[in-house]
Protein backbone atom coordinates (compact mmCIF):
# COMPACT_ATOMS: atom_id res chain seq x y z
CA UNK A 1 0.00 0.00 0.00
CA UNK A 2 0.83 3.41 -1.27
CA UNK A 3 1.65 5.88 1.54
CA UNK A 4 -0.90 8.99 1.58
CA UNK A 5 0.74 12.21 0.50
CA UNK A 6 0.15 15.44 1.66
CA UNK A 7 -1.61 16.41 -1.04
CA UNK A 8 -4.44 13.51 -0.82
CA UNK A 9 -4.66 14.45 2.83
CA UNK A 10 -5.11 17.98 2.10
CA UNK A 11 -8.21 17.05 -0.50
CA UNK A 12 -9.70 14.64 2.12
CA UNK A 13 -9.99 17.81 4.77
CA UNK A 14 -11.03 20.07 1.94
CA UNK A 15 -13.85 17.80 1.04
CA UNK A 16 -15.21 17.10 4.60
CA UNK A 17 -13.63 13.59 4.94
CA UNK A 18 -11.57 14.72 8.20
CA UNK A 19 -11.81 10.75 9.67
CA UNK A 20 -10.21 9.77 6.41
CA UNK A 21 -7.44 12.19 6.64
CA UNK A 22 -6.73 11.24 10.33
CA UNK A 23 -6.74 7.95 9.40
CA UNK A 24 -4.07 8.78 6.45
CA UNK A 25 -2.22 11.00 9.36
CA UNK A 26 -1.95 7.89 11.42
CA UNK A 27 -0.40 5.71 8.60
CA UNK A 28 1.80 8.35 7.81
CA UNK A 29 2.92 8.16 11.42
CA UNK A 30 2.94 4.55 11.81
CA UNK A 31 5.48 5.02 9.15
CA UNK A 32 7.34 6.87 10.44
CA UNK A 33 8.00 5.46 13.48
CA UNK A 34 8.71 2.02 11.30
CA UNK A 35 11.18 4.13 9.24
CA UNK A 36 13.24 5.26 12.77
CA UNK A 37 13.12 1.66 13.65
CA UNK A 38 14.75 0.38 10.34
CA UNK A 39 17.50 3.48 10.88
CA UNK A 40 18.37 3.23 14.13
CA UNK A 41 19.17 -0.77 13.46
CA UNK A 42 20.83 0.51 10.24
CA UNK A 43 22.83 2.99 12.34
CA UNK A 44 23.65 0.26 14.56
CA UNK A 45 24.84 -2.22 12.31
CA UNK A 46 26.67 0.24 10.37
CA UNK A 47 28.94 0.99 13.71
CA UNK A 48 29.29 -2.99 14.08
CA UNK A 49 30.64 -2.91 10.39
CA UNK A 50 33.18 -0.31 11.20
CA UNK A 51 34.18 -1.51 13.92
CA UNK A 52 35.27 -4.98 12.27
CA UNK A 53 37.08 -3.88 9.27
CA UNK A 54 38.99 -1.60 11.92
CA UNK A 55 39.42 -4.73 14.04
CA UNK A 56 40.77 -6.55 10.66
CA UNK A 57 42.95 -4.14 9.90
CA UNK A 58 45.08 -4.22 13.58
CA UNK A 59 45.51 -7.76 13.13
CA UNK A 60 48.05 -9.65 11.73
CA UNK A 61 48.36 -13.37 11.75
CA UNK A 62 51.89 -15.09 11.94
CA UNK A 63 51.42 -18.22 10.70
CA UNK A 64 50.08 -19.89 14.26
CA UNK A 65 47.84 -16.99 16.23
CA UNK A 66 46.70 -13.41 15.79
CA UNK A 67 48.28 -10.68 17.26
CA UNK A 68 46.54 -6.89 17.17
CA UNK A 69 48.79 -3.98 16.89
CA UNK A 70 47.48 -1.16 19.10
CA UNK A 71 49.34 1.77 19.23
CA UNK A 72 52.45 -0.15 17.35
CA UNK A 73 52.28 -2.08 20.57
CA UNK A 74 51.78 -6.16 19.87
CA UNK A 75 49.21 -7.07 21.98
CA UNK A 76 48.09 -10.69 22.18
CA UNK A 77 48.29 -13.27 20.87
CA UNK A 78 44.58 -14.60 19.91
CA UNK A 79 43.27 -17.88 19.35
CA UNK A 80 43.04 -18.29 15.34
CA UNK A 81 39.81 -20.72 15.59
CA UNK A 82 37.91 -18.54 17.67
CA UNK A 83 38.89 -15.30 15.20
CA UNK A 84 38.22 -17.55 12.12
CA UNK A 85 35.22 -19.69 13.07
CA UNK A 86 33.38 -17.61 15.80
CA UNK A 87 34.73 -14.42 14.80
CA UNK A 88 35.64 -13.67 18.32
CA UNK A 89 38.73 -12.41 19.70
CA UNK A 90 39.69 -14.49 22.44
CA UNK A 91 43.38 -13.67 24.32
CA UNK A 92 45.27 -17.59 24.95
CA UNK A 93 46.36 -18.32 28.17
CA UNK A 94 50.37 -18.17 28.50
CA UNK A 95 51.89 -22.20 29.57
CA UNK A 96 55.89 -22.54 29.29
CA UNK A 97 56.14 -23.22 25.14
CA UNK A 98 52.44 -23.07 24.19
CA UNK A 99 49.49 -20.69 24.40
CA UNK A 100 46.10 -22.25 25.14
CA UNK A 101 42.39 -21.38 24.33
CA UNK A 102 40.47 -22.66 26.98
CA UNK A 103 37.15 -22.30 24.89
CA UNK A 104 38.48 -24.82 22.39
CA UNK A 105 40.93 -26.73 24.81
CA UNK A 106 43.59 -26.15 21.45
CA UNK A 107 47.54 -25.52 22.14
CA UNK A 108 49.09 -23.50 20.12
CA UNK A 109 52.97 -23.77 19.98
CA UNK A 110 55.22 -20.49 20.99
CA UNK A 111 58.03 -21.68 18.27
CA UNK A 112 56.02 -21.99 15.10
CA UNK A 113 54.84 -18.81 15.12
CA UNK A 114 56.84 -16.08 13.34
Given at each position: ??L???????????????????????E???????????????????????????????????????????????????????????????????????W???????????????
Amino acid sequence: MALPTYKDIVELMTKGATVEAQERIMELREAVLELQEENVALKQKNRELEEALKLKGELHFDGTVYWRNENNNRVGPFCPACLDVDEKLVRLQNYDDSWYCTKHKQTYDKRSGR
